[in-house]
């Protein structure tokens, strides 16, 4: 009977090993170490998922307003969204650019901000929680940019206003 035992605890101890490896103390730092912007980051791309298919963003009326820029792509604008707030889950612009067969494959989001003054903007929107975010005020068009690569990667980054894997 003691064999029995011992043989049930031994096995007890090595499940209880096993279960504490496979849940590290490294795994459930990550998680709680995820700034607030990454979870953001991730409802964006949950909010938009559905524009992978570029008929979803024509039918609900956005229309490529930029033509292909190097870089970027193509920039397809809902005008019922460019009210000058940031909408975290409602960017104004979403960005597509063609594949190896022409394809329009969406690439990134884009909000766009038009400031009061344009002429004055003064100080980049509040955007995503934290200061990684990169606003560009662009004074062509008179406003505040701001791109997130959420499906094609960027090595210049995620909030970077170019993508270098685009090309030209």
């Known amino acids: 009977m003691k ?4 043989t049930f605890k031994t096995l007890l101890l090595a ?10 103390e490294d795994d459930a730092a990550d998680e709680i170490q995820m700034e607030a912007w990454e979870i953001e980051l ?4 949950t909010a938009t998922a559905a524009y992978v298919d570029i008929s979803v963003a024509e039918d609900e009326g956005r229309i490529d ?15 019922a969204l460019a009210d000058g707030t940031f909408e975290m889950l409602k960017p104004e612009f979403i960005l597509y650019a063609p594949d190896d067969n022409g394809v329009m494959r969406m690439v990134a989001v884009e909000y766009g901000i038009v400031p009061a003054d344009p002429e004055n903007p003064g100080n980049a929107p509040e955007g995503f929680t934290g200061d990684q975010d ?4 662009n004074a062509e068009i008179g406003m505040w940019t701001l791109h997130v690569w959420t499906v094609l990667d960027n090595p210049d980054g995620i909030f970077a206003s170019h993508n270098p894997t685009i090309g030209d």
Request: some cysteine; aromatic content about 10%; hydrophobic content about 40%.
């Open 3 to 6: 064999l029995k035992i011992t």
């Open 134 to 137: 990169e606003w560009h005020f």
């Open 65 to 79: 307003v930029s033509g292909f820029v190097p870089n970027m792509g193509h920039h397809y604008l809902n005008p």
């Open 42 to 45: 991730e409802q964006v791309k």
């Open 15 to 24: 499940t209880a090993l096993v279960t504490l490896n496979s849940c590290s």
